[in-house]
């Protein structure tokens, strides 16, 4: 499975912005696609997930509220819409995919492929 994370960006404080995953290869593998971000001198974070086939997103709290994680299937893509975006949302965002439920959709450890990562700056 390949992803490949696109759509980030410099925003204002406020500001919104939409990611995209496109997804490649073994599609039909994919259980889980999640979504994390790391900020300078920080460790990579969850910020959501969903399943593949169906079943509401989940949300880490800081987020919750303010972005939205869905997928379609027929493009085989996942996106992450944020609004309200503050400056501690800077941070290179990362899509990855699960493929064996392996753990919690929260653990970095669950996902067995991860994309490129995408910049994105909230400027104030």
């Known amino acids: 499975v390949q992803l490949q994370a696109s759509g980030g960006g410099l925003v204002q404080v406020g500001g919104s912005l939409k990611l995209t995953c496109a997804v490649s290869g073994r599609t039909n593998s994919m259980i889980v696609m999640g979504w994390f971000r790391q900020a300078p001198g920080k460790e990579r974070e969850f910020v959501g997930a969903i399943t593949w086939s169906g079943g509401s997103p989940y949300y880490a709290a800081s987020v919750k509220g303010r972005f939205t994680i869905s997928r379609d299937n027929a493009k085989n893509t996942g996106s992450l819409q944020m609004k309200s975006l503050q400056p501690e949302d800077t941070a290179v965002y990362y899509c990855?995919?699960?493929?064996?439920?392996?753990?919690?959709?929260?653990?970095?450890?669950?996902?067995?492929?991860w994309g490129q990562g995408t910049q994105v700056t909230v400027s104030s």
């Open positions: 990855a995919a699960d493929t064996d439920l392996g753990g919690a959709v929260g653990s970095l450890t669950s996902y067995d492929y």
